[in-house]
C-alpha cells in the first residue's frame, strides 16, 4: 500500500473514511475501526451520518439493537432524534447535545430521527462515536445521560470555536462523565485560523467534517482522519474555514474485540453476548416491536412482543 505524503512529520497515519449503507436511506461515512488503525485512545468507532435530506413524510429508524463494553455518543450537528433504551430512558437530543449510553455488561437502544421540527423529512448530519471502556469498567450497570448544548463548554482559541463535547482539553473540562481520561471537542475554524493541539492527551486525532485543513505536510480533506505522533507538536491550519472534530485520550489496557455491536477484551464475553441477544436476554424498550437480528442468524419468526 501507498504511503500518503500526509504521512511524514506530526502525522503519523492518515485514513479516508469509507462509505457504508445503514439501510432506509441512511449512508455513513466509517473512519474507525481501519484494518490500518483500530482504536485512537479509546475511541473504537466514528460514524458521520449524512449529511442526507429526507423526503417530507421519511425519517431514519434504527430498529433496537444490543451493546456490551462501550460509550456510544450521539452528537448532531442538523436533525433531531429520539432515543429509547431497555434502561427505561426515552430522550429527544437536538444538534449540539450529547446522548452518552454506557452499555457495560448489556443494553439495547433504538433511534428515531427526523429533523429539526420534528416532523419527518428534512436533514440529518451527525456523528455516531463509540468509546470503549476500560477492563476494570466493561461489566458495569447500564446507564444513559443527557447533556443539553448550552451545558458544554464553548470558547475561542486561535480562529476557532471549539466545543468540548466530552473529556479535557485546552484547560476546559467537559460535564459529560467518562470512564478514562479523553478529548472530544467539534471545532469551527475561520478562513485563515491556525490552532495548535495540546500534547497533554497520549493519542490524537483530527477528523475533518467540512472544508480542508493545511497540516505541516499537505491538505487533509473532508472525510479523512489524521492520526499523530506521540508528543509531537501539532498546528492546524485553515486556509477557507472548516469545521473538524478533535479526539484522543489515554491508550486503551490492552486491545479489544469488536463484532457487529458488541466490544470486549474478552472473545468469550462476545460469544456469550451474541447467545444472550439471540435469547433475547438484553431486556426490552417499551412500545418496540422490531429488532435487528444478529448477523448470520435466521430471521425471526415473529417481531419482538
Given at each position: 500500500m501507498s504511503t500518503s505524503p500526509l504521512e511524514a512529520a506530526e502525522v503519523e497515519l492518515v485514513l479516508?473514511?469509507?462509505?457504508?449503507?445503514?439501510?432506509?436511506?441512511?449512508?455513513?461515512?466509517r473512519a474507525l475501526p481501519q484494518a490500518r488503525r483500530r482504536m485512537v485512545g479509546p475511541f473504537v468507532f466514528l460514524d458521520q451520518m449524512g449529511p442526507v435530506d429526507f423526503a417530507a413524510g421519511r425519517a431514519a429508524d434504527v430498529r433496537m439493537h444490543p451493546h456490551i463494553g462501550l460509550s456510544t455518543v450521539t452528537y448532531l450537528f442538523a436533525g433531531e432524534g429520539v432515543h429509547k433504551d431497555t434502561v427505561?430512558?426515552?430522550?429527544?437530543i437536538l444538534p449540539g447535545d450529547v446522548n452518552w449510553m454506557t452499555a457495560g455488561r448489556g443494553i439495547a437502544h433504538s433511534e428515531h430521527i427526523t429533523h429539526a421540527t420534528g416532523a419527518p423529512g428534512?436533514?440529518?448530519?451527525g456523528i455516531q462515536i463509540w468509546v470503549a471502556l476500560p477492563k476494570a469498567h466493561e461489566e458495569v450497570a447500564p446507564a444513559f445521560v443527557h447533556h443539553a448544548a448550552a451545558t458544554l463548554p464553548e470558547f475561542g482559541e486561535g480562529g476557532a470555536r471549539i466545543r468540548l463535547v466530552a473529556g479535557s482539553l485546552f484547560g476546559e473540562?467537559?460535564?459529560?462523565?467518562?470512564?478514562?481520561?479523553?478529548?472530544?471537542?467539534?471545532?469551527a475554524l475561520e478562513p485563515g485560523a491556525v490552532l495548535g493541539l495540546p500534547t497533554e492527551h497520549e493519542e490524537r486525532a483530527v477528523y475533518v467534517v467540512e472544508g480542508a485543513l493545511e497540516l505541516s505536510t499537505g491538505t487533509l480533506p473532508p472525510g479523512h482522519m489524521a492520526v499523530f505522533q506521540r508528543g509531537a507538536e501539532v498546528c492546524l491550519r485553515a486556509s477557507e474555514g472548516a469545521r473538524v472534530l478533535l479526539l484522543g485520550g489515554a491508550p486503551l489496557d490492552g486491545p479489544r474485540h469488536i463484532w457487529w455491536n458488541f466490544v470486549s477484551s474478552s472473545q468469550e464475553r462476545?460469544?456469550?453476548?451474541?447467545?444472550?441477544?439471540?435469547?433475547?436476554?438484553?431486556?426490552?424498550i417499551e412500545g418496540a416491536t422490531d429488532f435487528i437480528p444478529l448477523p448470520g442468524s435466521p430471521p425471526p419468526p415473529v417481531s419482538y412482543p
Open positions: 479516508a473514511a469509507r462509505s457504508s449503507d445503514l439501510g432506509g436511506g441512511l449512508q455513513v461515512l427505561g430512558s426515552v430522550q429527544r428534512g436533514r440529518l448530519y473540562r467537559s460535564p459529560v462523565k467518562t470512564h478514562s481520561e479523553l478529548f472530544y471537542a467539534d471545532v462476545i460469544e456469550q453476548a451474541k447467545e444472550d441477544w439471540l435469547a433475547q436476554r438484553f431486556g426490552r
